[in-house]
């Protein structure tokens, strides 16, 4: 049976107290919300041990991991360490990663199986820009990110895999994808996961959505069988907001 997650991305946010005070508030008010609801934050890499000792009902995510597992790599930071630091998940692909930092589909492969190896949940993201969404490519757009980032896993490997469905379009704009929309490509993201790994491994996995995402629009968007959930990035910054969120289901 899939789990219901609703993920804070709080991508280059908050400095170090901002980021204890707003794990401390999202932690506090996690007890609001239904047992059955995944809660995780991902704050930024220096915030990941202070914020580890706030948390118990909230689990604790990273933005991102390197493509290598250790070495001469400046600035970078290993699944290993995330996972030594007590880090749960990690969010890998993200289309700010994809387009600011040149990651391709073949990086993002291995960062997923490097992920895997450190015991960490992937929050895969996968999702199209508006000019492919116009010109009716963005199934194909997906579906590739999907075959190329994920489909290279065993069965085992990609039980351990989350996807956020993140339209590029959507995200940080304020114009979410309607809850038709995101339904329609939720469907379709599960039907490519029947097709690799069987209709049982399709109806465990988690499939989120994130852009623009907020309290007013989540509950419509969580109502659609496809839809477990969100991946929030700037509503994530409010423990008011992104609880309020957890709790449209
Ligand atoms: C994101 O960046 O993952 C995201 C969903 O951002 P926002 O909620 O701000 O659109």
């Known amino acids: 049976m899939r789990k219901k997650i609703v993920a804070g991305n709080w991508k280059m946010n908050k400095n170090l107290q901002e980021g204890i005070t707003l794990a401390q508030e999202v932690e506090k008010m996690a007890s609001g919300v239904s047992g059955e609801v995944e809660l995780i934050i991902a704050p930024p890499f220096i915030h990941l041990t202070e914020v580890k000792k706030l948390l118990g009902r909230v689990k604790l995510g990273a933005q991102n991991c390197a493509s290598e597992a250790s070495g001469a790599f400046t600035g970078e930071v290993s699944a290993a360490m995330l996972a030594s630091a007590g880090v749960q998940y ?146 994530s910054l409010k423990a008011d907001d992104f609880i309020g969120i957890a709790k449209a289901f």
């Open 90 to 235: 990690v969010i890998i692909g993200h289309s700010e990663r994809r387009s600011y930092y040149g990651e391709t589909n073949s990086i993002i492969n291995k960062k997923v199986r490097l992920a895997l190896e450190n015991n960490l949940h992937p929050i895969f993201c996968c999702g199209e820009v508006l000019s492919e969404r116009e010109k009716g490519a963005h199934f194909d757009v997906v579906r590739k990110q999907v075959e190329e980032g994920l489909f290279t896993l065993s069965s085992e490997e990609f039980s351990k895999v989350i996807i956020a469905y993140e339209p590029v379009w959507a995200i940080g704009t304020g114009v979410n994808a309607t809850p038709a929309q995101a339904q329609e490509m939720h469907q379709y993201i599960r039907s490519l996961i029947a097709g690799k790994y069987g209709e049982t491994a399709a109806n465990n996995t988690s499939i989120l959505y994130g852009g623009s995402c907020k309290p007013s629009n989540a509950g419509e968007l969580f109502a659609n069988p496809d839809v477990d959930g969100g991946l929030i990035g700037g509503a």
